[in-house]
């Protein structure tokens, strides 16, 4: 399946450098959070910064995706503006959706991020349709479905995988396996057989990867993309990867019980940017002063962006009425 | 645009649907049988040839999934008609319709649109039962962002379908399966009517009486016996439960002093509850007397025709209640009473009435 | 996986003589439904008959039966009372539930129909959770879920399959595959992959059938029931039939072009009743004038129960009011 | 049964659940972390330790078959108490609750009982935003079959859900989290409250004040501040949505003329209809105004603190929509009125406040 490819050099640098603006961004709203200014639920992604890279990253702009509620590492990756997205955050009128849905909702037709839904599995059959459309009128777009692990135990997964194996629809179930559901288990929600064969039930071809791994992401991702702009159907794509910090919220919750620290400290050393950084550096592609001078620059990006959230006007809330109607 | 051409709802539903169809290339049809030989009770026949087969999409029986996919070809430009041959089956989808459907446009800060229409048809009749029988109307009307319009007559209801599939907004049009077979005169041509306010299709001061879906059907034999005795009546089909626009029934409140609402659903917690209460506030000082509201008894529909004997609201029962705000006198009460039953006579309770032929 | 086993006399006989049974009080209500007096909805099982005896004859009185529209032939088996079958048919007060249901909701506690259910998968979750409840208590009843090909397009086959699995619970899936759903072929609303290998996706182990050989049904019945028994969990049984008559009604409609002559013929020629007879005949379990006598009691059985239901009371519709609550 | 205990509400559901567990061993607990270290707000803090864990049922993230399934047990002689998060999960599993669960008891001609609780909460705040606050309890009620009860004082709440545990009826709960933090004297043995007919918390005669889960607090607030002008009002907790006992209400409006009812949802097609159109039919003679109804307005929860400003009911609006009913004197109106705002002052509008500590 694996198409044998060197990545070129930029192709590099682009995908770490936005794994490692991703990392960066999550920390800030991470720190900042506890400023109370952020008022809305957030769900951070530091940890699964590689399968929001290497899948984005592989897409082409009119590609489009759709995101859970854990969706700031997508957007990012799609080219998201960082501004807009804290602006969101804040409540902002500024907000890539002026306030109205934070966190949970991000959106931006500019990036083709079509829709970010809170509703565990209402996205992916938002993706298949967008698939139909694309199929029906011969473009070559791809539509992304973003999913966690949860979501494939909603039957709306399967109802959307039927239909779109069924027309062998241009679309890509993306799957973000971080093992855990809230403070639950996968064991305690599925049964021991591998997520993959749910997929291939459909008759869906599936690539199962190591989702740390930004660069193996993406190489499964571009051969998805393939198979789906050549009218050869949908495909699915099995991260195996691991979320740090609280399933809801800036903290780590290790303490709390519902998982252990050693199984937090095996992901933690497959942190997927270090991972990739050393690889870079290994190869000689980056130096340790271009990491430094890397994150100096997102980091001034990431300070002028949280002012221009920070210095955002409140949308007005007679404006709340708004938009109701078409 | 007048028509003596005399077709049925259910006809002018799919003549509407069709031009609509044909008229925009964008325009593409699901359905569980979307292209089977009985085509969604005739209102889909033919499509497949007249418009092209790849326009109908058929639907796996996955009712939540389908209408999420429906919303998504819908934000990507097309404009999707979803047909359930029964409400029930969009239990399944609700989440899909109330979050997604319903609040798309207004999350995304009027970027998205859905231009989705979902006829939803309601049983009635033959033994369906507790669960092929249900209105649902009440629900789906709680939600903004939702149109929610309930057309009785063939004219309007032709008229509106093509409104419906033309408007940017998710709209659910709730069709009576008994209305279906509602026969009036109906243009042929391509037309719109707006998806706007009741519609008032009797005229008179006795009293006002508003009606939705089939229960339109019984109240205009009611509002035509009434005549025969020289009481004449305000009439209005509701049509259009989402957005409610209830100005049309304040005017005539003002007027007459008296309402009658009459629900093709539940009447507990139904659209009657909003509209009385709505008007109460309005025109409390024109009331005459208290409002009276009419609709289904507090329990599921039971499928045995000895059970449903009392169960459907029908032009007796509107009559009874009617009197109670207009008192006619005796003579008249039992004299249109009699007009009434003769018209119905010994048709079964559970088969439609061919009573219902227009021009209404 | 199948058992050797040579079928015992009387229960060969059994076999047939459900089947037949099956068939005759469909065909009767199929003859006397013009008659008008049967108003309701009626999906009728004829041509599916070794479906519904080949399970429900390997099943305990105790073990319980959840079915769906087409659930006539279920309930039979399972040992059903015609006569309260045909009254609830008619709308009768001496109907298993008294007319509130009529024919698609067909259930009997004395026999452990717990449910017929027509939303489309709807009784799925119900028979899993009876099975749930078995298994919290120690007891080995095992839970049947019928189904037909479309209901595993719903979602709520996938949730349920992954509960079942999950915890291991007796439950048997058995799904009468007779390729439509109303007017629409299989190949319309699935891809083309087995059926069975969605079921096997969750774990679970299947079974597929020719559903037209009641013996070979039987025997894999009684083989998931061990299984069941035992704690080892669900199992999934795909039985390849075919409807003789509509979708919905008493008449033929090869008609109308959704489904040619031709194909209807070949299964026609697959009659299940008709094989099992010739099998029995031939190996002398049966004789010709056996199977006349049979047929000849059970149109005994039938006229009278026709009878006892034509002749029952309605029920009075002042009770229309009562248990909305218990 | 008095106690001078405080607790607050989430920790009086959390009590009566535990010794409704602890008393009858065929209760079974499903969530979806029904055994985390969190378990659903704390309701189900330490129930597996001390009833068993094999008696906590860990749901897969299917809302719609785990309905089915806890449905299952319940017709196979378990109490099954399903807990969700958020309301809105629950429309997944419409189909199961509104024809299953709500009818089978009918269907089955009473030979199946469906003992089951549902636990539905209701977000608000911290900008949840559209699809993780809605109230749905208008949608529910429509059903017969279901009970839908919103507990709103500490007290009610043990004992409802104790008698929803027992109850042979499925019977929704549906809790507003802000209600979790109200505090009040909660009785530490166990106890039952009869799940019907609304609760009357204040005695008045000015006007007659029927509120829902949360909005009863806040009208809590607005009847105390007025007893401090001397006005007094008859306020009424509802707490029981169906089946639904207005007889209270009316014997209210017989006596003050006057009605306002405070909706948790929206105002449209909300619960305060019914209310409103039910008290005017049998009450219409003693109405000296019009009812008022609040509610929310008509579009969907946005997430920022900047839009929601003016979305939710207050205290301070029901007041000023009492007072066209009252019609105080300037000085009281403005007197009341700063009484409450200094009451909430400057927490900030989008967290729970901490006014709320009985006894009530
Ligand atoms: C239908 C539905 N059920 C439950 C929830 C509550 N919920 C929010 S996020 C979440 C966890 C989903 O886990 P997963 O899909 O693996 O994504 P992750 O949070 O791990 O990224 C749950 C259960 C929800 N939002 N929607
Ligand atoms: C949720 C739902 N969707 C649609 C229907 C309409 N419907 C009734 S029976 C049926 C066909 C089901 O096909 P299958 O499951 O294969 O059973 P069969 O009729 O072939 O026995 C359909 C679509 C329904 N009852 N419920
Ligand atoms: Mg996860
Ligand atoms: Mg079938």
Known sequence: ?326 | MTSDRSISLGEAIREGLLQASQRDSSVIHFAEGVDDPLAVFGTLKGFGDKIGHERMIEMPISENALTGVAIGVALSGKRPVISFQRVEFAMLALEQIANNAAKFHYVSNGQHNIPLVMRLIVGRGWGQGPEHSQSLEGMFAQFPGLKVIMPSLPEDAKGMIIAAVNDNNPVLVIEHRWNHYAVGNVPTEYYSKDIVGPKKIRNGDAVTLVATSYMTLECLRVADALSSVGVSVDLFDLRVLRPLDLEPIVQSVKKTGKLLTVDTGYRKYGIGAEIVSSIVEICFNFLKLAPIRLGLPDHPTPSSAGLIKNYYIDSIKILESLNTLIKLDRSSFEGVKKNIFNERKDIPIDVPDPFFKGPF
């Not at chain 1, 990253?57 to 990012?76: G, I, N, P, Q």
Request: net charge negative; glycine share 6%.
């Open chain 1, 1 to 326: 399946m694996a198409i044998i490819m060197k990545l070129e050099y930029e192709k590099s640098i682009e995908l770490y450098a936005c794994m490692q603006r991703i990392r960066l961004v999550e920390e800030a709203i991470s720190t900042r959070y506890v400023e109370q200014e952020m008022r809305c639920p957030v769900h951070l992604s530091i940890g699964q910064e590689a399968a929001a890279a290497g899948v984005c990253l592989a897409l082409e702009t009119r590609d489009k995706v759709f995101s859970t509620h854990r969706s700031h590492a997508h957007y990012l990756s799609k080219g998201g503006d960082l501004r807009k997205m804290l602006a969101e955050i804040y409540g902002k009128a500024t907000g890539c959706i002026g306030g109205r849905g934070g966190s949970m909702h991000i959106m931006d037709l500019d990036v083709n991020m079509v829709a970010s839904i809170p509703i565990v599995g209402s996205c992916i059959p938002l993706a298949v349709g967008s698939a139909l459309a694309d199929s029906l009128d011969g473009r070559d777009n791809v539509s992304i479905a973003y999913l966690g692990d949860a979501s494939v135990e909603e039957g709306v997964f399967h109802e959307s995988a039927n239909f779109a194996k069924l027309r062998d629809l241009p679309v890509l179930f993306v799957c973000e396996n971080n093992l855990y559901s809230v403070y639950t288990q996968l064991h305690e929600r599925q049964p021991d057989r591998p997520i993959t064969a749910l997929a291939e039930a459909h008759g869906i071809p599936t690539y199962h990867c190591d989702g740390n791994n930004v660069e193996e992401v993406y190489r499964s991702t571009l051969n998805a993309l393939k198979n789906a702009r050549s009218n050869k159907g949908p495909s699915f794509l099995l991260l195996d990867t691991y979320r740090w910090l609280e399933h809801c919220g800036p903290n780590f919750d290790n303490d709390i019980g519902y998982r252990t620290e050693a199984e937090f400290r095996i992901w933690k050393n497959r942190d997927p940017v270090i991972l990739y950084k050393k690889n870079l550096l290994k190869k000689g592609i980056l130096t340790e002063e271009d990491t430094v001078e890397l994150k100096c620059e997102i980091q001034k990006e990431i300070t002028a962006a949280f002012d221009f959230a920070k210095n955002s006007p409140y949308p007005d809330h007679s404006t709340a009425i708004n938009n109701v109607y078409a």
